[in-house]
């Protein structure tokens, strides 16, 4: 501990022998400096290269950052408190810059008393003579603290001069030649020419020289001779391959996924890139930038947005029973963890959990450090049962496959803008027909309808399909319903409702269904077509209640490609409401729509990415092709409806109209408006308006089939609204603490406040 006797007269335990040591040390301080100099110190004394690893090693266990190891409330880690007034009137500083007679650590660091020398010999520490005279001539020199050396940026350093210029050939050469003149040291002859090719073809591409080039090179007595070959190796695919195989392994780039499963990924493609960008010769600045963040580059290439893999590389899970968001988390810490590694030369994975005692990154700079990597729409878990590469992702067209693409969705959009002209065009035929037609709306007849009057053998029929009558597992039972007789379930059984329902995403289709919640549940499963929940990646379509509110999503691999709509408002519980899902295989968001009890329902876009499919496909290697069917209340680790009750549940191959939706739930107490039997004359009754959407659908369906095809790897890209991000405490995903904006570690380089 630093006991300090202060010139008021108040003695600290030392007593007042202290003070008279302090005027004996001044005294004596010519001397003492006097004789540095022939100890042979430095003449200019560095704080990081001579006193930083002193005051560490003898002073910081108890004048360092440890605030319950610190004694005599004295840090000697920081300048500020080093140089503040110390004691009752602040008449002392532990270090008075340029005056080591004022300096209280001077003082106890030279004193020959038990009692006050530092470091205490108790603690089997001592400084030698050279190293007090050292730190004598530092406090002499200005005690001047520096940032740890690794955050001090770089500056321009002056070339030394040497007595051999003439065998300098770089700039570099002079430092080397200056190291070997001080070492009474030659330069080694030139190695043989058979030995600089070795070593240059090694370096430059991993590789052996064959028998000609040794030859050739040997032969070739130019000046050039040696650039030229090193201009050829640089010119080589192999040059590329040798440096890629470097950046690989900073980058972790692996061909699976890691983990207990080790599943096979395929991130080739962005290898590929890494080898032609060497081989490019693509300057360092871009080759960091694009695979940083090329997707934020103003309208980014293929190439740019592709080099974004490098923050996709880390390893994922599918395991079952592992939490998404917690992977999720995992994730964008890898991501960080990365750039530390990589680009800053740093270990900062002791901030993710707490503020370090010796550790310039804080805990609140991991974090605005990670808020630049949290913002992808992304999934903890990789598929299970799926081959489904994980969003958001980027679409690797072969030769000639992207123009065909663009061609089909240009056809995709002139036929819907016909489908306008023609809709605007049928005012006054409409109107004729309308005249005509008293009661002109009938339904198109469902697909599949139950109505759950009779359950037998754990069957119940399906007026729709004779021969496919839907099955009950582990339960459902009968209760009354909206209609007759309903179906409740317990929230671990399920209805299979087997030949229904197989759309892919270009297929128009309609739901109806009658419904009785029991309580609002967080989440609950009213149907889908699927394999699994994010064991998939929830391929295929479902119906949700999230909060009693009710979504609905088709799906290829949530959340990154997919769409979802969800009602504004929660369904009332333990009454009755009629729902209804119709969706007219755009692919798009707003080709959705909920209609409650008949009336179009107000909803949120949640999800608004399809591009793939939506069904589970062989070619692809996905898992229980031909075994996925339509399902009621349930499904492989999610949550079901509760209590909740189920009645007349129909399927409908077609994008029911409203006028349709309103007739399905009973709303009959109202004629349909004008703007409602006018689309469903367009879908039902105009024979020209029929043909051209028959004409669309077959335009999507090929577009369908070109994109499932074509391959895709995993990239970033922004969500358009930021995900908020806060400080994890102690790095928990779900223990949040403060949010936090996007920013660099304030040690090294303080991010720009005008920056977005």
């Known amino acids: 501990m630093l006991y300090v006797t202060w010139p008021n007269g108040k003695a600290s335990p030392s007593g007042r022998l202290g003070a008279w040591l302090l005027w004996a040390a001044a005294v004596s301080l010519g001397l003492t400096l006097g004789s540095a100099h022939a100890a042979g110190l430095p003449g200019k004394v560095d704080f990081n290269f001579h006193i930083r690893p002193l005051l560490s090693d003898r002073c910081f266990k108890c004048h360092g950052p440890d605030e319950k190891a610190r004694k005599a409330k004295l840090r000697l880690d920081q300048a500020e408190n080093a140089y503040a007034a110390q004691g009752p009137k602040g008449g002392m500083r532990a270090l008075a810059p340029k005056h080591p007679e004022k300096s209280e650590v001077y003082r106890r660091i030279t004193s020959t008393d038990p009692d006050e020398v530092m470091p205490p010999p108790e603690s089997g520490l001592k400084l030698s003579p050279e190293e007090q005279q050292l730190i004598g001539r530092w406090i002499e020199q200005g005690a001047q603290y520096k940032p740890h050396w690794s955050l001090i940026p770089p500056g321009k350093v002056k070339v030394p ?96 996924y890691g983990y207990q499963a080790d599943v096979e990924r395929d991130l080739s493609p962005w290898r590929d890139w890494v080898i032609r960008a060497f081989n490019e010769n693509l300057p360092y600045d871009q080759f960091i930038t694009w695979q940083v963040a090329g997707d934020l580059l103003p309208a980014p290439t293929r190439d740019q947005v592709l080099a974004t893999a490098f923050n996709r590389l880390h390893r994922q899970t599918n ?139 754990h069957t119940t029929p399906n007026a729709m399909l004779a021969n496919q009558p839907a099955t009950l597992v582990d339960g459902p039972v009968q209760v009354d319903g909206r209609v007759g007789r309903g179906l409740r379930f317990s ?47 929830s391929r295929g379509y479902e119906l949700v209640l999230e909060g009693g509110r009710p979504a609905f999503g088709l799906i290829h691999f949530w959340p990154g490609n997919a769409i979802q709509v969800r ?30 009890n008949g009336a179009l329902a107000p909803v949120d876009v949640v999800r608004d990415n399809l591009f793939k499919d939506i069904l589970h496909r062989r070619e692809w290697g996905d898992a229980d092709v031909g075994g996925i069917e339509l399902t009621l209340a349930g499904r492989f680790r999610d949550s079901g409806f509760k209590d909740g009750v189920i009645d007349e549940f129909k399927v409908f191959a077609s994008c029911l109209t409203q006028a349709e939706v309103a007739q399905a739930a009973g709303v009959t107490r109202r004629a349909p408006d004008r703007e409602a039997l006018y689309a469903y004359y367009l879908q039902c009754v105009d024979g020209t308006y029929q043909a051209a959407l028959a004409q669309l659908q077959q335009a999507r369906a090929a577009e369908n089939q070109l994109v499932n095809d074509v391959k895709e790897i995993m990239v970033m890209k922004e ?38």
């Not at 079952?320 to 960080?336: K, Q, T």
């Not at 609140?364 to 450090?369: G, I, P, Q, S, V």
């Not at 408002?569 to 209609?595: F, K």
Request: hydrophobic share 35%; proline share 7%.
């Open 491 to 537: 929230g671990d059984n399920l209805l299979i409702c087997k030949g229904a329902g197989d759309f892919n995403r270009t297929t128009p289709f309609s739901f109806s269904l009658w419904l009785r919640p029991a309580a609002r549940q967080e989440r609950a499963v009213v149907f889908h077509r699927s394999r699994a929940w994010s064991d998939s990646g």
């Open 719 to 756: 969500m358009l609204a930021r995900r908020p991000t806060f400080v994890l405490k102690r790095g928990a995903y779900d223990a949040p603490g403060e949010l936090v904006e996007p920013g660099t570690p304030e040690a090294i380089l303080r991010f720009p406040p005008k920056l977005p």
């Open 161 to 256: 001069r040497t007595q051999d210029g003439g065998k300098v050939r770089h700039p570099i050469d002079r430092f080397v030649l200056k190291r070997l003149e001080a070492e009474g040291l030659r330069l080694s002859p030139e190695a043989p020419r058979e030995a600089l090719i070795r070593r240059l073809s090694f370096d430059l591409t991993g590789l052996p020289p064959s028998l000609e080039e040794i030859d050739r090179f040997v032969a070739d007595r130019s000046p050039r001779a040696y650039e030229e070959l090193v201009d050829h190796l640089l010119g080589s695919q192999a040059y590329g391959e040798r440096q890629a195989n470097e950046w690989l392994d900073l980058a972790r780039y692996a061909d699976t």
């Open 567 to 596: 009602a504004r408002a929660p369904l009332p519980t333990n009454q009755w409401t009629h729902v209804t899902i119709t969706y007219d295989g755009s692919s798009r968001a707003a080709g959705v729509r909920l209609y409650l």
């Open 319 to 457: 395991e079952g029973g592992s939490i998404d968001e917690e992977f999720r988390v995992e994730y964008a810490a890898d991501r960080v963890h990365t750039v530390g590694t990589v680009f800053l030369g740093l270990t900062l994975e002791c901030a993710r959990c707490h503020d370090h005692k010796f550790d310039p990154i804080r805990q609140k700079d991991y974090y605005r450090l990670f808020a630049f990597f949290n913002n992808i729409d992304e999934s903890g878990l990789y598929s299970h049962f799926t081959q489904a590469t994980p969003s958001p992702s980027l679409l690797l067209y072969p030769e000639g496959v992207e123009a065909k693409h663009q061609e089909l969705r240009n056809r995709i959009k002139q036929q819907e803008r016909r489908l306008q002209d023609l809709a605007a065009a049928a005012r006054p035929a409409f109107e004729s027909w309308l005249k005509t037609n008293a009661a002109p709306v009938t339904a198109r007849p469902p697909a599949a309808s139950l109505s759950f009057e009779e359950v037998k053998d």
